[in-house]
């Protein structure tokens, strides 16, 4: 972290706005000093920051201060202006901002805090600065689902109230057939929010919940009376819940995917009954055990760490980049997804180019999709050019029940799996509660950082194919295994 001077003022705001707006999976360990409070507040006051909510500024007789690259704004005039309650108790030094349903307790100079009950840490604590209680801004907004955005020209915080979601009206479900498959298609109105799809056995038929949504359409079922589908049948099944129930005549699991806008579902079954006996129950042709019939329909979204503006961290040699994360971060998800697939898994890919998802962003599109699993793929970087090797993070959510994984083994599998075969230097699975994509997806989450571009010899191993492949491998295992023990049925 480096001292402030007007010649590196552009320096400066590039990092603040790296850090604040891009930078995904580092919680940055941070020690504040007096003199660090200092700095920020001599800078802020030279270059004021201004805040928005909603579309409206908001002016505090305290402004909002920029310390150690973290926001601080006053609680109360910010959080109020948008229907929070705000309350301050000063025995405990506890702020608690109550928004909706959501809860968050900040306890002054402490960077433990707990949201909906739930402990975790921050990087900059509470603090009291001129009398008025300043709190970490991004932290506080996205754990009260707002979403929060810098604006670096402009020097400006953007803070904008949880969107209430509105039903996407169900237009149209219609029935194809293909020379290799059969199709069926859900039309929305708008962009359809998410789905959760389930295969029961005895009688056999997959269904699909799809949220948020209102069905509007004269007629329940449509008849197909083919040698795999019987019937399709579809019903309001509870408010806000569009349910599409599709008979089988044999265990045949629905791959499902989205229109390019979101807008449509369709849902494939594959014709080819020899194809279909010899990708159930066996191996793929990479050699890996395809999954369970129940485990086939749950979404596994794939995250490509980083991406577009955002390189991820660099290797540079003599002046020259060497590699991006990003870069290595996006192959080796492509391998992942295709891993997947082979073996018979729904996956859902956030990127698949070089382009830039907000941390915001990507635990949002997962809940939207209703991912059953989170797998981020990251690489590591350090000052110190030693720090070598994997590290998985996990966060232990309470509903990890619920879907019968249990992100800590997942972790610990693929931690595992990437030592023994790629003989990296094992730094552990990691319980790390303060990451984005661990604490805002829904869904059990891990992060794997897969080797350092930071060392030599770690370097080295990632320029390689077969680094690429092993990581996409051990995670694509470790994955089928554990979607196999949740799946019951
Ligand atoms: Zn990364």
């Known amino acids: 972290m480096r001292r402030l001077t007007r010649f590196t003022l552009f320096t400066f705001f590039f990092f603040i706005a790296f850090l604040i707006t891009v930078h995904t999976a580092y919680a940055d360990k941070i020690l504040i000093s007096q003199a660090d409070i200092k700095e920020g507040l001599d800078f802020c006051s030279e270059f004021p920051v201004s805040l928005q909510v909603d579309g409206e500024t908001v002016v505090s007789d305290v402004p909002p201060v920029i310390i150690k690259d973290r926001t601080l704004i006053p609680a109360r005039a910010v959080f109020e202006s948008m229907g929070a309650d705000v309350e301050w108790n000063e025995d405990a030094r506890l702020v608690e901002v109550n928004l909706g349903t959501s809860n968050v307790q900040l306890t002054i100079d402490s960077k433990i805090a707990f949201v909906n009950g739930s402990q975790t840490s921050m990087d900059v604590p509470a603090m009291i600065l001129n009398d008025r209680t300043l709190i970490p801004v991004r932290f506080v907004g996205e754990s009260l689902n707002c979403a929060v955005d810098w604006d670096n020209l402009n020097r400006t915080v953007i803070l904008s109230s949880p969107v209430i979601n509105e039903y996407t009206g169900i237009s149209d479900i219609t029935f194809t057939e293909d020379t290799d498959k059969y199709r069926v298609v859900v039309e929305g109105k708008d962009v359809i929010e998410g789905i959760k799809s389930f295969a029961y056995s005895k009688p056999e038929r997959f269904v699909i919940d799809i949220k948020n949504a209102l069905l509007n ?142 941390l915001y962003e990507r635990p949002a599109l997962a809940n939207a999709a209703n991912a059953y699993l989170y797998i981020s793929v990251h690489n590591n970087s350090a000052d110190n050019p030693k720090a070598k090797g994997v590290e998985t993070f996990y966060y232990s959510k309470e509903n990890e029940s619920n879907y019968g994984i249990y992100s800590k083994d997942l972790a610990k599998m693929i931690q595992k799996e990437m030592v023994n075969t790629l003989g990296l230097f094992d730094r552990g699975a990691k319980s790390e509660p303060a990451y984005a994509v661990l604490n805002k997806t829904q869904m059990p989450a891990i992060i794997i950082e897969g080797a350092f571009l930071s060392n030599a010899d770690d370097l080295k191993l990632m320029m390689t194919d077969e680094f690429r492949e092993q990581y996409a491998r051990s995670a694509a295992k470790s994955i089928i295994k554990i979607l196999d023990m949740g799946a019951g049925d």
């Open 217 to 358: 359409i004269e007629e329940d079922r449509i008849d197909t009376n083919n040698d795999l589908i019987s019937s399709i049948r579809f019903s309001q099944f509870e408010p806000g819940v569009v349910r599409v129930v599709i008979d089988l005549e044999d265990k045949i699991a629905g791959k499902i995917s989205f229109s390019p806008e979101k807008d449509s579902i369709y849902i494939d079954f594959s014709k080819s009954q020899e194809d279909d006996d010899k990708k159930l129950g066996e191996t793929t042709q990479d050699g890996l055990a395809v999954v369970d019939w129940g485990a086939a329909e749950k979404l596994v979204v794939i995250d490509p760490g980083h991406g577009g503006k955002d390189t991820g961290s660099r290797a540079i040699r003599n002046g020259e980049v060497i590699l991006n994360e990003k870069d290595i971060n996006l192959d080796i998800a492509h391998r992942l997804n295709r891993l997947l697939q082979e073996a018979g898994v729904s996956t859902y890919m956030l990127r698949e180019a070089d382009t830039h998802i907000s």
